[in-house]
């Protein structure tokens, strides 16, 4: 059975940091192409970042130089740094990994708020 688990999510001031873990299990997660995506509500899910097996990234224009993702194959986890957060960021953050299937996690709240 595929699980992935978010952590990390939370309330943060304007200019804050959180980091997000994603923990995966029953999958080959070396080979999985990993992401995170966030959902605002009433919007679209959106992809945020990145990282392929080969550790190619990608993030959205609205987090380049804010944002950092990272993983660890040897602990099966995805990291997503998040610093100088922004109202706007606020959304629920969702880990996802992609091979030849496609598995999302249950998803963990992120709220930038003074």
């Known amino acids: 059975q595929v699980q992935l688990v978010e952590s990390g999510g939370g309330l943060v001031q304007p200019g804050g940091s959180l980091r997000l873990s994603c923990s995966a299990s029953g999958i080959t997660f070396s080979l999985y192409v990993m992401g995170w995506y966030r959902q605002a509500p009433g919007k679209e899910r959106e992809l945020v970042a990145r990282?392929?097996?080969?550790?190619?990234?990608n993030y959205a224009d609205s987090v380049k130089d804010r944002f950092t993702i990272s993983r660890d194959n040897a602990k099966n986890t995805v990291y997503l740094q998040m610093n100088s957060l922004k109202p706007e960021d606020t959304a629920v953050y969702y880990c996802n990994s992609r091979y030849f299937d496609n598995y999302w996690g249950q998803g963990t709240q992120v709220t930038v708020s003074s």
């Open positions: 990282i392929t097996s080969g550790g190619r990234i």
